[in-house]
Nanobody, 127 residues
């Protein structure tokens, strides 16, 4: 069982930056592929980024590539999402997800690929 807790969301002006964190419980954090998704009310959850257990492989949604960076610190059981050049269209609840796997990260861009989810953190970008 893995519990995930996101933090770092908030209100930011357009053009600004935020770093989201996702802290995970458990002793085998490095065995989990971690993903970030975001959701706007009334819309499906959207893939943002994924990182392998070792941190050596990453993959990003095409629409966000260049503005977001996913990273992890396995010693701290934490995965991060650094976001920059934010626009009001980035306003959403951002959730992290975990899956026990060593498969290619490219296979983990859909919500049904993950077993564990956090509650999310709200990011609001003002114009």
């Amino acid at each position: 069982q893995v519990q995930l807790v996101e933090s770092g969301g908030g209100l930011v002006q357009a053009g600004g930056s935020l770093r989201l964190s996702c802290a995970a419980s458990g002793r085998t954090f490095s065995a989990y592929t971690m993903g970030w998704f975001r959701q706007v009310p009334g819309k499906e959850r959207e893939f943002v980024a994924v990182i392998s257990g070792s941190g050596g492989s990453t993959y990003y949604a095409g629409s966000l590539k260049g503005r977001v960076t996913i990273s992890r610190d396995n010693a701290k059981n934490t995965v991060y999402l650094q976001m920059s050049s934010l626009t009001p269209e980035d306003t959403a609840v951002y959730c992290c997800a975990a899956q026990y796997t060593s498969a290619s990260v490219i296979a983990y861009t859909s919500t049904d690929a993950y077993t564990y989810w956090g509650q999310g953190t709200q990011v609001t970008v003002s114009s």
